[in-house]
């Protein structure tokens, strides 16, 4: 069955909406909520099954309804396709999604599986980073710019672990300070090495959420938009704001 985009839409604010509410019972005045949607996708061998049935077309029309719900006032959606290395960013949005994911799995061939050089990837476009003693780090500047851009919701789709466990693990503590949040979707397995990440210490606040499905197109767009920004919105946000990580 085919499902607008129009709908994913509702469904998407319906579920924003019903998070607001749970927010405000609990006392807790959330505000404004904006966002950047991002999405990373798994394009390693075993993920083959999924792009061919559609459930990766899936998945990045939900990330960009997402998106189109009031979250980003660009309603573009950066895409980051990756196997044993990254891939540059496409960009999504009302105008090019359909078919999209089978227009770009065309043209490359699947891998292995790495997490870290995409993470790199988003980072890196959040801050534009300088040279300093022959070696790359974040401008000071658009460190503290991003503190005023919309933080950024990265969903992050995988059906396994990643050869580069420990540089994985080490960016994503030294990023807890950035106003950037990980939502990994683990698909199909058991995700120790995902609920490693989800449930790891040495972090200024939990900038990581998981979630875990055998099939997401089982799912509905409602059920799913519920249990990816939960956390996020629900505890990542405020504590971000609290702690001076994020001004929006």
Request: charged share 30%; glycine share 10%; no cysteine.
């Amino acid at each position: 069955m085919t499902i607008s985009l129009e709908k994913r839409t509702s469904d998407a604010e319906a579920s924003l909406i019903s998070l607001l509410k749970k927010e405000q019972d609990r006392g807790t005045d959330l505000g404004e909520l904006v966002a950047q949607v991002e999405i990373a996708i798994d394009f390693s061998g075993s993920m083959n099954r999924r792009y061919k049935n559609g459930e990766v077309q899936a998945v990045v029309e939900r990330a960009l309804a997402l998106s189109l719900s009031g979250l980003d006032d660009d309603g573009v959606v950066p895409v980051h396709f990756f196997h044993s290395s990254g891939f540059p960013p496409e960009l999504v949005d009302r105008d090019n999604y359909q078919g999209f994911v089978d227009a770009w799995a065309g043209r490359h061939r699947m891998g292995g599986t790495a997490y870290a050089p995409t993470i790199r990837a988003v980072l890196d476009g959040t801050a534009k980073k300088k040279r300093l003693f022959g070696r790359s780090r974040p401008d000071t500047d658009a460190l503290e710019a991003e503190k005023d851009a919309p933080p950024k919701f990265v969903l992050f789709v995988t059906d396994g672990a990643p050869s580069d466990r420990g540089e994985t693990t080490r960016l994503l503590v030294e990023a807890a300070g950035r106003p950037v949040f990980w939502q990994f979707v683990g698909l199909g397995y058991s995700p120790s090495f995902l609920r490693k990440l989800d449930d790891m210490g040495n972090r200024v606040v939990d900038n990581v959420g998981l979630t875990e499905y055998e099939d997401t197109l089982e799912m509905t767009d409602q059920q799913f938009f519920d249990d990816i920004i939960g956390e996020f919105f629900g505890s990542w946000l405020p504590e971000a704001r609290r702690l001076g990580i994020t001004r929006r």
